[in-house]
Structure formats: C-alpha cells, structure tokens
C-alpha cells in the first residue's frame, strides 16, 4: 500500500506565494513520476505540473513563469512553489505519484489540500 501525505495550502493574497509538499510512503521499488493537479469548483480536474525520475519538467500554460516544480528522492517527495499566486489558482490541489512495485505499475494520489488566494 502506497500513502501519500500533502501539507502547504492556505489562505494568500494575490500576488502572494506558497508552497505545497507531497511525501509518498509505503511498499514501492520506486517512483517514476510526481506530479500536482487542481480542481476549481464546478471545473474538471487539470494538470498543474509534473516532474519524471530523470527531473524533466512540464508545466500547464497557466502556471508558466510562476509555479515550479522539484523532487528530493531521498525524500520521496514533491515540491510546488508557488508565486505571483492570481485568484484563478484557486483550487483544491492534488499530487499524484506514478510507483513501480511488485503490483506492477500504479498511480497514487494525495488526499488534497486547499489553495485560496484573495483578490
């Protein structure tokens, strides 16, 4: 079983930043990909950014220039920071991992955790 824990959301003002973790656990041989996705109310869920193993990066258009992303293998966690945060990055935001074990290949995601910015 494989958990993931995420911490770093809250209540910021525009233009402010934060900065959001994921620590995954359990029974795995490694983790292949680390990523955040965020839902806005009434909106589907989309990709924010994901990182690979090898630390290739891809990020949606709308986070470009503001968010990054980064990973610490030693760790097994996944880091957001988060900057010039607009009211539209409003959302509950989710990392999910892509782990290698002996169930094969599986993706795992994170409880969510809330991110508000105020205009």
């Known amino acids: 079983q494989v958990q993931l824990v995420e911490s770093g959301g809250g209540l910021v003002q525009a233009g402010g930043s934060l900065r959001l973790s994921c620590a995954t656990s359990?029974?795995?041989?490694?983790?292949?990909?680390m990523g955040w996705y965020r839902q806005a109310p009434e909106k589907q869920r989309e990709l924010v950014a994901t990182?690979?193993?090898?630390?290739?990066?891809n990020y949606a258009d709308s986070v470009k220039g503001r968010f990054t992303i980064s990973r610490d293998n030693a760790k097994n966690t996944v880091y957001l920071q988060m900057n010039s945060l607009k009211p539209e990055d409003t959302a509950v935001y989710y990392c999910?991992?892509?782990?290698?074990?002996?169930?094969?290949?599986?993706?795992?995601w994170g409880q969510g955790t809330q991110v508000t910015v105020s205009s």
């Open positions: 990182i690979t193993s090898a630390n290739s990066t």
């Open positions: 999910k991992t892509t782990c290698v074990g002996w169930y094969g290949r599986r993706d795992y």
């Open positions: 359990g029974s795995f041989f490694r983790i292949l990909v």
